[in-house]
Structures are given as C-alpha cells and as structure tokens.
C-alpha cells in the first residue's frame, strides 16, 4: 500500500524548505535567504502519529514571472501538486498577503485538491493575531499559525494534514494482480518492453528521452497471471535534466515503486550500468520492494564468451548492497528472454512475502550461531535468544538479544546470508532488527 504524497508549495522565501527539514528531522534542502534557492523538488518519508506519508519540497512558485527558470519552477510545482493527496501551502505572516499569495492560492483552488494552509514565522500567536487573520482573504480556509524555526504550532497543523488522506490508498484494484514498477533512465526501453508484453504498441515509443512523463498503470493477463505494469518517466542526472518538468518525474516514478511488488530495474546494454542506474535502484531498495535487474538491448552489442560476465561483475561492484536481485539479459526489440523476466516477476513475488514459522526460523539461527559464535567485546559475548518473522513485503524478522550493541553488522548480514542460503528469498530485500529482552516495539 502505498503512502499519501504531501507537497509544500508557496511564493520564494516563506520558509518552505525550514519546514520541510524540521519535518523530515534532517536538512536536507539548502535554506537560504535568497528567493528561487530551492530549484530542485527534493522528498523524504515523514511519519506522524500513525500516519506515514511522502513530503515533497518544491520551489518558489512566482506565477507570471518571465523569466525561463521561475516559469519552470511553476511547471514542476504543479506537477507536484497534481501528484500529491494533499497540498500545504506555507505564507509567510511578516511579509502579510502578497500578490504571488494571491495567484497560488488561485492556481490551488482549481485543482480541487485538500490545501492546509499555514502561515509562516509566527513566534507569538498573541502578538500576531491580527496579522494572521488577514490570511482568511486568500480563500482557502482556516490559516494555521506555525513557526518552523521555533519548530511551534507543527502538531496542530499535520493533524489537520492527515485528516485529508484517502482512508485506504492505492485502492488495491485487484488484489490478485502482481503490480510491477518499470524504472530507469530515459531512453533505455521501458515503454518498449511494456509494449512487447503486451503484444501491441499500446504506449508512445520514441527514441527522444523523457517521452513519458507520467505513471502509466496497464493491466494485463498471461497464462493466468494477473500483472499491472507501471510504466515511469526516465529519471536523468540533475546536471543532464533540460526540463525542469523531469525532475517532478522522479516523485511519479518514487510513488510508483511505493505502491508496486516488484521493481524492474531497465539497464541500457550499450551503456552498461552507471551511476544514475544506481541511485534509481536505490529508490526500489530503501522502500523494501521486490526488485529485478533487466539488462536490455541485448541484441544490439556484440558479444563473445565473456561478455555477459562482464556485465554481471560489473552490475554486482555497482550494486552490491542489492545482490539479491536476479539479474536477466533481454530485448525488448525482438523479445528475447521476456517470458524468462515474467517467471522472475512472480518468483520474486512470492519471495517477498513468503512468511517462515518460528520454530523454522530458531532452527536455523541455532545451527548458524554454532557454526559462527557471536561476536563477543571486552568480555561481554553476544547471545541471540530466538528470531521471529514479524511482517512480510518485505520479510522482516526480530532477533532478541542481550545487548543490541554487540550485535554488528556484519554478523546480522552473516544471519541474513544463512536465512537466504535456508530459505532462498530470491529478488526480495530482507529487514533483521535487533531487540533486547523487554525492550518495546
């Protein structure tokens, strides 16, 4: 199920981006006092209370300007807003209602989507009250009163947030369709293979990268397997993005992993992996989704004995925090090895959530604790009591222990390693926690 998208718009310099950093506990926009700093959407993954959800940070939106860069900061802002369940739009109370104030607000009103409004900098309620009250003229509802500096009235207003979320995202159309992501750079064939899947030129194929700038969703059936394939705009480095309407692709293609089973990572054979094919891999990884590495274009290099040796290295130095993988070698062009990608969909699929008892589970973690000792400091060894699986999607287990320290990474990868070689768990992430006897969730 995926998680609701919230998006953070306003004029320059009304704080959007403390905001944003206060919300998603780190710092991750450049905050200055420049207006049109902020030129990059940039996202992060908030939770509160028990809502989990998305926040993107946009741009200073001036609607009007003639100038290249703030028209297309406007452009990829409202592709954020049409993307996102709810809007919070910040204002600023020193500056007081402005003319960009006005156009946003305009401009949010006919999307029709839930718009919290939040009114900036106000360290004293008392003291701003009347100047607070003059934001009721923008029309779009109760002003909230927030400093994200002083990191005051934040509560109140994400309570207000998260009674706009739908009460079941994503809808789960057909539960028992598989919901495959296609992600990747542009240019690289995804469309193609969607289209070759399905046997028709059902999308637009073009050799001019970034063709598709949305997620597309196409259901289809093969020998009896459901699949929902979601094709995603090609994600580019920042420094190769002429469009600034791209850059708002890369949120479609991070909301289509989130609400997908399986990732398809799409790699160009001509180009072999690089380091943008990394970092979308990455996307698929840290949300815990079943993922597939497809080279394609296959057909299109020459080849001998060692070639696909090569690439197979080469795939797994640049992509060694994901070795779970499987790795295919297709064409989209003639369709070779397609029908061996199908297999691997549902393969990896049930892998990811396959659920293993506990009795299973400590027999393997005693025969492996025997084989390798728990590491052991200053005299204090490390004891592992017994493991659970506690979720699935992906398989997430708890191991409790005597003290958390002691446990290191490379002996939870060690246990990670012996679940996989008991269990296969073939394309799908595994998440180990450590906890202490006692210890609360």
């Known amino acids: 199920m995926s998680k609701p998208i919230v998006a953070v ?8 981006s403390t905001l944003f950093n206060r919300l ?6 450049i905050v200055q006092d420049t207006p049109g700093v902020t030129r990059d959407r940039i996202y992060a993954d908030v939770e509160w209370l028990n809502y989990k959800f998305t926040l993107i940070d946009t741009g200073g939106m001036e609607i009007g300007s003639e100038e290249i860069i703030q028209r297309q900061i406007v452009d990829q802002a409202q592709i954020a807003i049409e993307t996102a369940d709810v809007v919070l739009f910040i204002t600023d109370v020193k500056t007081g209602v402005t003319e960009d104030d006005i156009q946003v607000a305009n401009l949010l009103r006919r999307t029709k989507k839930p718009v919290v409004l939040a009114v900036n900098k106000v360290d004293s309620v008392q003291r701003d009250t009347m100047d607070i009250y003059e934001f009721y003229e923008l029309g779009i509802g109760d002003p909230m009163p927030v400093s994200a500096g002083q990191a005051l009235g934040l509560g109140d207003m994400l309570d207000e947030v998260v009674k706009h ?10 539960d028992d369709a598989i919901r495959v992501a296609i992600i990747g750079k542009p240019n690289v064939g995804k469309s193609s293979l969607i289209n070759k899947i399905l046997g028709e030129d059902r999308l637009i194929v073009s050799n001019i990268p970034g063709t598709t700038r949305d997620a597309v969703d196409t259901p289809i059936e093969v020998d009896g397997q459901k699949y929902i394939f979601i094709d995603t705009a090609g994600m580019r480095r920042k420094s190769k993005i002429k469009e600034e309407i791209e850059r708002y692709s890369i949120i479609r293609a991070v909301a289509a992993v989130e609400r997908c089973d399986v990732a398809i990572l799409v790699i160009d054979a001509n180009e072999g992996i690089t380091d943008q094919d990394t970092k979308i891999a990455g ?4 949300r815990g989704r079943a993922a597939i590495i497809a080279v394609n274009k296959w057909d299109s290099i020459e080849k001998d004995d060692k ?3 090569k690439y197979l290295k080469d795939i797994g130095n640049e992509l060694a925090y994901m070795p779970y993988a499987p790795r295919v070698f297709i064409s989209a062009h003639t369709g070779q090895r397609i029908p061996k990608m199908l297999e691997l969909i549902c393969t990896v699929n049930e892998n990811h959530a396959l659920r293993i008892s506990t009795g299973v589970l400590n027999e393997v973690l005693i025969e492996a604790t025997a084989m390798q000792q728990p590491p052991s400091d200053k005299g204090r060894a490390l004891r592992l009591y017994y493991m659970t699986q506690v979720s699935v999607k992906p398989p997430t287990f708890v191991i409790f222990c005597n003290e958390k320290e002691l446990f290191h990474f490379s002996y939870k990868r060690y246990i990670e390693n012996q679940l996989r070689e008991a269990f296969g768990f073939v394309g799908t992430p595994i998440h180990i926690i450590s906890r202490e006897k006692g210890e609360k969730n």
Do not use: C, L
């Open 9 to 16: 718009v306003g004029r320059p310099n009304v704080g959007k």
């Open 24 to 29: 998603a506990g780190e710092r991750i926009s």
């Open 283 to 286: 996307i698929a990884h840290e």
């Open 165 to 174: 979320f739908p009460d079941e995202m994503d809808g789960q159309e057909d």
């Open 307 to 309: 070639t696909m040796n």
